[in-house]
């Protein structure tokens, strides 16, 4: 069983910044993958960004050269910083947590980006 703890997220202007984290604790396991998704009103949860624990990035296009996604491995932490933020971005971000076998969730944080 992993636990996601979740810290970041609020209310920002078009342009501004964002830093998500998210901690995992648990039976974690030697290789997996960590990521955001995130789900905008009347719209399906979608990946935003992913990371394995040897370093390789997943980006979704329409934030590719705004989000970058790190992560530390000796804490099991990984990170969103969200930069030029658009009203597009609104939604509730969720962290991902991915084993061979198992996924896990995050209870989701709020992000709106609005003037």
């Known amino acids: 069983q992993v636990q996601l703890v979740e810290s970041g997220g609020g209310l920002v202007q078009p342009g501004g910044s964002l830093r998500l984290s998210c901690a995992a604790s648990?039976?974690?396991?030697?290789?997996?993958?960590m990521g955001w998704y995130r789900q905008a009103p009347g719209e399906q949860r979608e990946l935003v960004a992913s990371?394995?624990?040897?370093?390789?990035?997943n980006y979704a296009d329409s934030v590719k050269g705004r989000f970058t996604i790190s992560r530390d491995n000796a804490k099991i932490t990984v990170y969103l910083q969200m930069n030029s933020l658009k009203p597009e971005d609104t939604g509730v971000y969720y962290c991902?947590?991915?084993?061979?076998?198992?996924?896990?969730w995050g209870q989701g944080t709020q992000v709106t980006v609005s003037s």
């Open positions: 990371i394995t624990r040897a370093g390789a990035t």
């Open positions: 991902n947590y991915r084993a061979t076998i198992l996924t896990y």
């Open positions: 648990g039976s974690i396991s030697l290789i997996y993958t």
